[in-house]
């Protein structure tokens, strides 16, 4: 099993009234596009195309992502299609992030939709050292499979694992989220888990406690009755900010209830909207 070393580094800073791409570091088949400044109503916002060149995250990658804002600056970051983990023989895949926020930064990571295929396995470890004046939102949104291809694959991928540490910059710990999947050994239909639910969202924001407050009083929880999706928001430990989870039967409510959460954060921390869904847009 060979598999690939990818790697992707991404520094943004401030640069008058408008924040930059400063440094790009990349090495197939991670890669990245020119920063894009198509929001209206955040001019100042660098918006960057994450890209895998493979198609798939196959048996053996080791990717690495590492994405810095400077002081002030701010940046939106996604990828250009969903995330899709090829089936494996033998051996796994993994990834690690490193997110670094300055103070007063503010970042964006909102990538696509993961689609485990059957018998895929993959490891992601993410740390975040963000200061206490910055934000960071960031999504992960799962899926159950291919649920539409051939007769379906839904549950089918031996092992998904996603851990998130963040800190502050002297090292004061925040949190530390962990989710374990493995359908094949531990069925993930059970009551408590996804139930009869298929899509996962979670959506970890990290930002003042003024903010928090305010974003954590107008989210809604419980079950909505046309798209049957279920939400709620919690607060993370140490005052460092909320996390919002969703469930749902199909991937496109999961976006929309997302989408919602980060209209809310973008409000009341930039105090603009988030821009229209567009085809070419992000995947939210």
Same mark, same amino acid.
């Given at each position: 099993? =060979?598999?690939?070393?990818?790697?992707?580094?991404?520094?943004?800073?401030?640069?008058?009234?408008?924040?930059?791409?400063?440094?790009?570091?990349?090495?197939?088949?991670?890669?990245?596009?020119?920063?894009?400044?198509?929001?209206?109503? @955040?001019?100042?916002?660098?918006?960057?195309?994450?890209?895998?060149?493979?198609?798939?995250?196959?048996?053996?990658?080791?990717?690495?992502?590492?994405?810095?804002?400077?002081?002030?600056?701010?940046?939106?970051?996604?990828?250009?299609?969903?995330?899709?983990?090829?089936?494996?023989?033998?051996?796994?895949?993994?990834?690690?992030?490193?997110?670094?926020?300055?103070?007063?930064?503010?970042?964006?990571?909102?990538?696509?939709?993961?689609?485990?295929? &059957?018998?895929? &396995?993959?490891?992601?470890?993410? #740390?975040?050292?963000?200061?206490?004046?910055?934000?960071?939102?960031?999504?992960?949104?799962?899926?159950?499979?291919?649920?539409?291809?051939?007769?379906?694959? @839904?549950?089918?991928?031996?092992?998904?694992?996603?851990? @998130?540490?963040?800190?502050?910059?002297?090292?004061?710990?925040?949190?530390?989220?962990?989710?374990?999947?493995?359908?094949?050994?531990?069925?993930? &239909?059970? *009551?408590?888990?996804?139930?009869?639910?298929?899509?996962?969202?979670?959506?970890?924001?990290?930002? &003042?406690?003024?903010?928090?407050?305010?974003?954590? #009083?107008?989210?809604?929880?419980?079950?909505?009755?046309?798209?049957?999706?279920?939400?709620?928001?919690?607060?993370?430990?140490?005052?460092?900010?909320?996390?919002?989870?969703?469930?749902?039967?199909?991937?496109?409510?999961?976006?929309?209830?997302?989408?919602?959460?980060?209209?809310? =954060?973008?409000?009341? *921390?930039?105090?603009?909207?988030?821009?229209?869904?567009?085809?070419?847009?992000?995947?939210?």
């Amino acid at each position: 099993m =060979t598999g690939s070393d990818g790697t992707l580094e991404m520094a943004f800073a401030r640069r008058g009234d408008q924040s930059v791409l400063a440094s790009l570091a990349r090495r197939a088949p991670l890669i990245a596009q020119q920063a894009l400044y198509w929001d209206a109503d @955040l001019p100042g916002l660098p918006c960057v195309y994450m890209i895998t060149t493979s198609g798939c995250v196959l048996a053996g990658d080791r990717l690495s992502i590492s994405i810095s804002v400077g002081a002030g600056a701010m940046a939106h970051v996604t990828t250009q299609a969903a995330t899709k983990v090829h089936q494996m023989s033998a051996g796994l895949a993994e990834q690690s992030q490193r997110l670094t926020l300055e103070p007063d930064s503010y970042l964006e990571l909102l990538p696509g939709p993961t689609i485990p295929h &059957r018998h895929s &396995r993959f490891v992601t470890r993410t #740390e975040a050292v963000v200061a206490r004046s910055a934000t960071l939102l960031y999504a992960e949104i799962l899926q159950p499979g291919r649920k539409y291809h051939g007769a379906g694959e @839904l549950f089918e991928y031996d092992l998904y694992s996603s851990a @998130l540490t963040a800190r502050r910059p002297d090292g004061t710990g925040l949190f530390t989220e962990k989710l374990v999947a493995q359908p094949w050994l531990d069925p993930v &239909r059970q *009551v408590g888990m996804m139930g009869l639910f298929d899509v996962f969202a979670n959506v970890t924001l990290v930002t &003042r406690p003024c903010h928090a407050d305010k974003i954590y #009083e107008r989210t809604a929880a419980g079950i909505d009755g046309q798209t049957g999706c279920m939400a709620g928001a919690s607060r993370l430990p140490n005052d460092a900010g909320l996390v919002y989870k969703v469930l749902g039967g199909q991937t496109e409510p999961v976006l929309a209830k997302v989408r919602e959460f980060w209209a809310l =954060t973008r409000h009341e *921390v930039t105090g603009a909207p988030v821009p229209a869904a567009r085809p070419w847009g992000p995947p939210l």
